[in-house]
């Protein structure tokens, strides 16, 4: 359960508005998710998050579906379970396919698996890996 009321595009203020007009122009559709409804509670915020998922997300060194199941990853990573379906739905729309999610999925466990071994285990970075010993 959300801890404010998801506005309605009735509740929205002229800043929250214009970056929901914003959200459906570049989504290309009308649909505007509860993450954007809850944000919209406090305009500044909405917009300075949506200016930056347009820019880190959109198409770069990395396309956008990878982008995506980085996303997945590490909402998985820090247990967000809305930032996992949302993600995983518009990782899907760009091309994932079930096999990459299920090889997705078996990479996150792996990597969760190993990463709690290695920190417990408290295993020192060797040199050949470490960037600040490189420079």
């Not at 009308?30 to 919209?40: G, K, P, Q, S």
């Not at 909405?46 to 995506?68: F, Q």
């Not at 760009?94 to 290695?118: C, D, F, R, W, Y």
């Amino acid at each position: 359960m959300a801890t404010v009321p998801l506005l309605t595009d009735a509740d929205l203020d002229p800043r929250a508005r214009a970056v929901f007009d914003d959200i459906r122009a570049v989504r290309g559709s009308d649909f505007v998710n509860n993450f954007w409804r809850a944000l919209a509670h406090d305009p500044p915020l909405l917009e300075a998050v949506w200016g930056r998922i347009k820019t880190v997300m959109a198409p770069g060194a990395l396309d956008p579906l990878v982008k995506e199941m980085v996303y997945v990853a590490v909402s998985a990573a820090n247990g967000c379970p809305y930032c996992i379906h949302s993600h995983t739905a518009a990782a899907r729309a760009k091309g994932m396919t079930e096999a990459m999610h299920a090889e997705l999925l078996a990479v996150i466990g792996l990597a969760s698996q190993t990463n709690a071994i290695v920190n417990a285990l408290q295993v020192p970075v060797d040199p050949e890996f470490d960037a600040e010993a490189k420079r």
